[in-house]
């Protein structure tokens, strides 16, 4: 399996935004799979932040409240989070994976800080 490949992460204070990109270097099947965004804040154990139906539909956590955007581009087989009006409690690490995530393709995720 080839791991999924994380980018975009950074140190920005609240209320700025940043847009996550994720890599499917296999891009086997990619726009028939659902597609997700997750993340794991330090000590807590990781969540589901948004997923991305093949339909297009999508859905987000509670969290979110409107603040995120999930796409992907089936050409570039990539994956993005756009996140908007970022709070403190957003700080964790990022990743995607499938929904019902594959264990064979957690790639290194990116790194979100959001100062106060």
């Known amino acids: 399996q080839v791991q999924l490949v994380e980018s975009g992460g950074g140190l920005v204070q609240a209320g700025e935004s940043l847009r996550l990109s994720c890599a499917d270097a296999s891009g086997v099947g990619f726009r028939f799979v659902v597609w997700a965004w997750y993340r794991q804040a330090p000590g807590k154990q990781r969540e589901l932040v948004a997923r991305?139906?093949?339909?297009?539909?999508?859905h987000y956590e509670d969290f979110v409240e409107g603040r995120f955007t999930i796409s992907k581009d089936n050409t570039k087989k990539m994956i993005y989070l756009q996140m908007n009006r970022l709070k403190p409690e957003d700080t964790a690490v990022y990743y995607c994976n499938t929904w019902n995530p594959n264990p064979d393709r957690w790639g290194q995720g990116t790194q979100v800080t959001v100062s106060s």
């Open positions: 991305l139906d093949t339909d297009g539909v999508t």
